[in-house]
């Protein structure tokens, strides 16, 4: 999605140091084309990702998330990838139930030495979310909304068993 | 002998090697339990059992590593205590358990919302085999027991504990219904109706942390990331956002671990139906790990280990 023709989103990528922001190098210096949406932070390891740096990006307004490390059985350190499957594999399913869509958290595996790969994740990852659109805020946005809340707040809408006795 | 009787002598039998036994007592009003330190045999007197002694004691346990205590607890609680001990969070050797068969208990939220009127002092309180008599300011209500029920002794299947050195009470046959139709009901919403409901609740929620401090799992005490400087994970700020955020480290951290007791939702002063998330997030935690958090013993919590090729975890396909 080149910047030119529609408004940029913000996509924050995690980026293992070893794989796929070597990956993303490659990418460059093979000088293929690629949307410009994304913020890469390259972090030692996916192992190194807490899930909660996935959620504090999106409640900070980020409107999409990707994630990617080395492959699974070639990680810099052996195994930190394992464990980061397992906690992000976590986070995505967790999603639904918060009301987020999921598909604005990805992760996926690509290796330094796969640019074109590389590419096509970023394209396919930044056209979804072009798709999806910015994110929705959890704060209110004026002060007719903030009062809005307060009211709502007061009333205490509540979860459906809370306040009539049958579960 | 009654179960209590049976429970007191148990305790009487221990409580010489012990520094205490945490059990429950008659709160502020006869409707209301607190928790009870035994130090001598005459606390005993005081000590309560019955649908009315709600709070999971295992809670407790780690602020009392490396003493020899007691514990009451009930089926759920007892899974509390496992997870503990599985996670090494307490030793074994240090806890003396009295389990109890446990026929439910209540949830107070659900006998506020019974009673005509906020009852505020409740004087008196009759629990029958299957009612419960409240009398308030001279007018007496009479509830039924499954009416006022705790939403986790519906789907509840361990009502005796799984681990103890006393096991106090007659062994039941659970029949827990398999699923709470308020679950079913908010996973069946829209994405955009989930986010409305959750915006609106953490609009109330004023980070009181008592989700946090009546939760057995979380042991982190003065270094819980949510109240630390630096890193600033959630800031001051009274933001739904922030509060959101708050929830999801809890979430986040109990992944796995949880043993749905309940205590998060029963200490939220502002009602927010926290167990909606943790139920979610244990669902998930079973249909891919089939893991089920204080199950088993010298069990690991699945996000503390992998498997090389994971059966239930697709590869993300590009």
């Known amino acids: 999605m080149p910047a030119q023709d529609v408004r940029e989103l913000r996509i924050v990528g995690f980026l293992c140091n070893w794989c796929s922001y070597g990956g993303a190098d490659t990418a460059g210096v093979g000088r293929f084309t690629q949307p410009t949406d ?19 990006a999106l409640m900070n307004g980020a409107d999409g998330v990707l994630v990617s490390g080395c492959h699974p059985r070639d990680c810099h350190y052996a195994e930190g990838n394992f464990y980061a499957r397992r906690r992000l594999e976590m986070l995505k399913r967790f999603l639904p139930i918060t009301g987020i869509d999921e598909r604005r958290f990805e992760y996926t595996w690509v290796s330094a030495s796969e640019g074109q790969r590389w590419q096509h994740v970023v394209t396919e990852f930044t056209r979804r979310i072009h798709e999806l659109g910015p994110a929705p805020s959890f704060n209110p946005k004026s002060d007719v909304d903030w009062n809005a809340l307060a009211v709502q707040a007061s009333q205490g809408q509540g979860c459906p068993c809370h306040g009539s006795i049958q579960a | ?59 407790y346990l780690t602020g009392w590593k490396g003493k020899k205590v007691g514990v009451v607890v009930k089926g759920c609680d007892s899974k509390s205590v496992i997870e ?49 008599k409240v009398t308030v300011a001279g007018q007496a209500a009479t509830l039924r027991l499954d009416d006022v029920r705790a939403d986790k002794c519906r789907v509840c299947d361990t009502p ?9 009470g007659k062994a039941h046959t659970p029949a827990p219904a398999p699923s709470l139709k308020c679950q079913d009901e908010f996973e069946a919403k829209s994405d955009a109706e989930k986010f409305a409901f959750w915006q609106e609740t953490m609009g109330r929620c004023i980070r009181c942390y008592a989700c946090r401090n009546a939760c057995p799992m979380c042991v982190c005490r003065d270094y819980c990331i949510a109240t630390s400087r630096d890193p600033l994970w959630v800031s001051q700020e009274n933001l739904p956002s922030e509060n ?26 502002v009602d927010i139906p926290l167990m909606l998330l943790r139920r979610y997030m244990n669902k998930q935690v079973r249909d891919v790990f089939q893991h089920e958090a204080g199950k088993a013993l010298d069990q690991t919590p699945p996000l503390l280990t992998f498997k090389v090729e994971e059966e239930r975890i697709n590869e993300r396909g590009w």
């Open chain 1, 38 to 56: 994304l913020r890469i932070i390259r972090v030692p390891c996916s192992g190194r990702i807490d899930p909660l740096f996935i959620v504090r």
């Open chain 2, 1 to 59: 002998m009654s179960q209590l009787d049976d429970l007191k002598t148990a305790i009487k039998s221990r409580l010489g090697d012990l520094e205490c036994v945490i059990g429950w007592e008659q709160g502020y009003d006869p409707l209301h339990a607190t928790p009870l330190f035994i130090r001598s045999e005459a606390d005993l007197d005081r000590l309560i059992i019955g649908p009315l002694a709600v709070h999971n004691l295992a809670t």
């Open chain 2, 84 to 132: 503990l001990l599985n996670e090494k969070l307490i030793n074994r050797d240090d806890v003396v358990i009295f389990g109890l068969c446990c026929d439910g208990v209540v949830s107070q939220r659900k006998i506020r919302a019974a009673l005509p009127a906020d009852p505020g002092f409740v004087e008196s309180v009759e629990i029958g085999a299957d009612s419960l």
């Open chain 2, 160 to 168: 005796d504990a799984l681990v103890s050195d006393f096991l106090i």
């Open chain 2, 244 to 269: 959101m955020m708050f929830q999801m480290i809890h979430v986040s951290h109990l992944a796995g671990r949880c043993t749905e007791c309940g205590e998060c939702e029963r200490a939220c002063p």
